[in-house]
């Protein structure tokens, strides 16, 4: 089973900032897009933020200007750095990639989540 792993949530006042993390297996050979995603109770998981691999970024309007997408070195990692956080900012995030594994047709991966608390 191929697992996402995520770090980097936790608690932060109004106006700072977190780093998230995701590491997909270093197996994988074709990620085709990696992304964030959150949530809130009762409300539908929605995006933040995706990179595809031709470099190319897309962002919710709610986070544009105080969020970056970024792929680490290994490229099988991605980073969300988050600026000048609000608390409607506080959801669980989750790292997502779309990627083919031992040579199938690519899907979505989801990682288990981590939570991101902004307190005012």
């Known amino acids: 089973q191929v697992q996402l792993v995520e770090s980097g949530g936790g608690l932060v006042q109004v106006g700072g900032s977190l780093t998230l993390s995701c590491a997909a297996p270093?197996?994988?050979?074709?990620?085709?897009?990696m992304g964030w995603y959150r949530q809130v109770p009762g409300k539908p998981r929605e995006v933040v933020a995706a990179?595809?691999?031709?470099?190319?970024?897309n962002y919710a309007a709610s986070v544009k200007g105080r969020f970056a997408i970024s792929r680490g070195d290994a490229k099988n990692t991605v980073f969300l750095q988050m600026n000048n956080l609000k608390p409607e900012d506080t959801a669980i995030y989750y790292c997502?990639?779309?990627?083919?594994?031992?040579?199938?047709?690519?899907?979505?991966?989801w990682g288990q989540g981590t939570q991101v608390t902004v307190s005012s």
């Open positions: 997502n990639t779309y990627m083919s594994v031992a040579g199938s047709r690519p899907s979505d991966y």
């Open positions: 270093g197996y994988i050979r074709q990620i085709n897009t």
């Open positions: 990179l595809s691999s031709g470099g190319v970024t």
